[in-house]
């Protein structure tokens, strides 16, 4: 039996455990569903694995590349002008995908580190992860640092070795890695055929049949298949067969075979082998994404008890986003729908303000491109158009109050004060600094010493900062001076401190939008010196914080 049909027929057999007279029971539609993401180190290929997910799946005809090489288009899930020109992923994009009558939901996120606050985001709007690790350089810090959020948020992983047409390290050597790293044991599914640099097709571990691929011209079609035999392929590939065939073996002894309570559980972790830039092995990936990927569930509250899915809708808000539309300037709040069926007029309840928001222009958004919706089910990303007054982390519902647990916000390590750089367009200065803070793009600081007019950007990563430039001279019209500062470490405090901390050699509190006062310093040393001066100091450190 073919990969396809044991995917199809694994995934079947969950949605006959429900109840035939409810077909539009949001727990059916659930059942069909999967949302995940894509994490990675930048350059190990997320944005073109994005891409041929599209391609395997009939949304794009002709598969992209990124910055359009090689006479190729661009990917569809980078759409922002600085995107497009550097090659990088900074935005959060999100697809919906149909396969073989199920509905797969991939938000894109950003491989950059400076963007990792975004990813962190997405990873709360998710309910599994695929981690890409490039086949020459294993497991890299960003990869690390994206995984351990996972493990925090309990998300099961999805590995793939990707790049297996370009030389690198031995498939048994990253087997390794990936254990020693994770502390998962990885479970390959498939095996490649061929070393890194000659990549013939993979083994199918669950069949033992061969899978070989034959590129297209450019890749930007999918690939060209055949399904062999154990013999078979041993009389095309030869002695190359032989050694894959021999490593699968011993990886059924030391590893043993994918179980799936052990991966839900996070224990295990299954393994694929591709080559996203020329469609190579992304068909095993849908597969195991339908076979093995959990569909949602019940989403635990602010309580921690599980909202059970064919309760009314509620949602939760993980990204809000601007510029989609270039020629309105529009706002966009990405919603995961986590109970119920979501109705594009339905008034919702926004729970941390109790005000009633309208749904009229409710929308999937596929890159830059939208297609008007009119209802959507748990799992599901809506965009709710004109959406002000709601905040990243706020939760929506319709009958049933409810609160989902806030997304916390990452530790910022860089700082500038912004400045109009023309002092007449003030009001706009205003409107955009309050967007991108809304946005996540950069988390604004206040302080009554510095006033309205020069806050401080706060950012994970410099690149941020520039974006914000960059928006605020594209999408507002006002270009800003920054002034860099040179703290480097924050810490949460209570206001009691306030007095003492400003009073300190390289310190200032500062407060952010959602009320949290930070202590900010020049460095870890500065904050150490501080500590031993007023030992009884409350500084708390944020999510992330890599000086903790």
């Known amino acids: 039996m073919s990969s396809t049909l044991d995917a199809t027929a694994e995934a079947d ?63 569809v899930s980078d759409w922002q002008e600085m995107e497009q020109q550097r090659g990088i992923s900074i935005s959060s994009a999100v697809l919906q995908l149909d396969h073989r009558g199920r509905v797969l939901n991939l938000v894109d996120t950003p491989g950059h580190a400076d963007f990792s606050e975004d990813t962190y985001r997405v ?16 497991m890299e810090r960003q990869t690390r640092k994206l995984f351990d959020v996972c493990k925090h948020r309990g998300l099961p992983v999805i590995t793939v070795i990707n790049k297996w047409d370009r030389p690198g390290r031995e498939a048994l050597d990253l087997m390794d890695e990936v254990a020693q790293v994770t502390g998962m044991t990885p479970t390959p599914l498939t095996w490649p055929v061929g070393v890194a640099g ?6 199918d ?50 590893n043993g075979d994918h179980d799936e309570a052990a991966f839900l559980a996070g224990r295990t972790t299954p393994v694929l082998f591709a080559a996203a830039v020329l469609n190579f092995g992304v068909d095993h990936l849908l597969d195991t994404l339908l076979a093995h990927a959990p569909a949602p569930g019940p989403r635990p509250d602010a309580a921690g008890e ?21 020629a309105h300037r529009d706002r966009v709040a990405l919603v995961r729908v986590c109970s119920g069926r979501f109705e594009r007029g339905t008034p919702l309840t926004v729970s941390r303000t109790g005000r009633t928001l309208t749904t009229k222009h409710a929308q999937h958004l596929q890159g830059a491109a939208r297609t008007s919706i009119e209802e959507s089910w748990p799992g599901d990303v809506v965009g709710l158009v004109g959406a002000n007054g709601i905040e990243v982390g706020d939760t929506l519902h319709a009958q049933g109050a409810v609160t989902y647990p806030a997304i916390p916000s990452f530790a910022p390590e860089h700082f500038v004060v912004a400045r109009p750089a023309d002092l007449s367009r003030s009001k706009q200065f205003h409107k ?24 401080v950007l706060a950012a994970v990563g410099p690149l941020q900062l520039e974006v914000a430039s960059h928006r605020m001279a594209g999408d507002f019209s006002c270009p800003i001076r920054t ?66």
């Open 123 to 138: 990873l709360a709007a998710v309910d599994c992860a695929i981690m890409l690790v490039d086949a020459s350089r294993g």
């Open 306 to 326: 599980p909202r059970p899915l064919d309760t009314g809708f509620s949602g939760q808000v993980f990204k809000i986003q601007s510029g989609t539309d270039r």
């Open 205 to 254: 571990r669950r069949t033992g049949g061969y899978t070989r691929y034959t590129r297209t011209p450019g890749g930007a079609t999918v690939a060209e298949q055949e399904h062999l035999s154990a013999e078979q392929a041993l009389a095309r590939e030869g002695e190359t067969w032989t050694t894959a065939a021999e490593e699968a073996e011993l990886l059924a002894v030391e």
């Open 432 to 455: 955009g600094i309050a967007e991108l803070d809304a946005e996540g793009v950069v988390q604004v600081l206040r302080s009554d010493l510095r006033g309205e007019q020069a806050p």
């Open 198 to 203: 000659d990549f013939r097709g993979v083994v």
């Open 13 to 75: 057999r969950g949605l006959a455990d429900l109840p035939a007279d409810a077909p539009d029971a949001p727990s059916r539609h659930a059942a069909v569903r999967r949302t995940f993401a894509v994490i990675s180190h930048p350059d190990a290929g997320k944005s073109t694995l994005t891409e041929a997910l599209a391609l395997h799946t009939g949304a794009v005809t002709r598969a992209g590349h990124v910055k359009g090489k090689a006479g190729r288009a661009g990917v």
């Open 483 to 548: 002034e860099p500062l040179s703290y480097s470490v924050a810490r949460r405090t209570t206001r009691e401190h306030v007095r003492a901390l400003t009073q300190q050699r390289g310190t200032e509190v500062l407060e952010r939008r959602d009320g949290d006062l930070l202590a900010v310093f020049t460095d870890v040393w500065r904050m150490n010196g501080v500590v031993r001066e007023l030992p009884d100091v409350v500084l708390e450190p944020l999510v992330a914080d890599t000086t903790a």
